[in-house]
């Protein structure tokens, strides 16, 4: 039996742990592979630049849990950027969970550059009423806000508010989304366009295409678009982390993929060539 027979009629569960094994080693140790970095990446990463120094990004979490896997490691590299330039970031929720997924993420880089919470960021959790709630944050965001953040604190007791009083008191306006309806369209239309405060998104790969058009026509200054993007993002602002890493796993599972195509063609054309070769009706 040639290599190519009993590699045609192993048992597929075999591959299926090769599969696992190429997976796992680059999340074990990373590999690193280079990463070209898109328009809308790099795009995101000069607004945020753009900020003037000791500025208010005003960032908005409107993902849940399922979508922690592409949408955490854009938070966490938009925090080291931010933090890395002394710039401030008031954010809230516009969705149930949202506050609850980044706080552990945000604490810690916040922790780990040696940033205070009330100072330099805050949370202040789930505000709900969708555009009532938008429209009221421009009008008195303290009202907006409820007054409190997400643990209960008083707004009057976190130095990080003393003056901001309007949406319109940020610099730079981001929404992490990843829920239907599109809540970043309406701070686009509610906020944005209206008061003429720079926007941009981080979305799912899934739901990009929904959003690339507000990004094309210029009113989005910039967006990231799922794992590639966050990985794009790590990668611009040398911080490689978790979607650089998820990366490298993508793309060895894909060169498995394609290694594995190419010996299944390989082998069949050598079975043809066996076939064509064999004495017509098997003669003795």
Known sequence: MSIWEKLSSLDRRYYYVVLILV?????????????RVGSTTEDFWKTVEAVPEGG??????DYRSDCIVELNPQVVTLFRQAFARNLKIIMWSNVDEGANVTEPITRAVGNEMGKTYGVDWVNLGYKPGGEVTMKKMVDNFWEGAAYVDMQGTPLQDLPIMQGFSSLRDADLLIDMM?????????????????????MAIGTTAIQAPTEMPFYSSGEYKGMLAGLRGAAEYEFLTRNPGPAMMGMDAQ???????IVLIALGN???MMDRKKRAGAPIGGGS
Do not use: E, R
């Open 23 to 35: 997976v796992a080693l680059p999340i074990i140790k990373p590999w690193g592979l280079p990463i």
């Open 56 to 61: 208010t990004i005003a960032l908005a979490i």
């Open 178 to 198: 990843a829920v239907v309806p599109s809540p970043a369209q309406n701070y686009l239309k509610m906020v944005s366009i209206a008061y003429g405060l720079p």
């Open 251 to 257: 793309s060895a599972a894909h060169i498995l993929v």
């Open 266 to 268: 390989i082998g069949h």
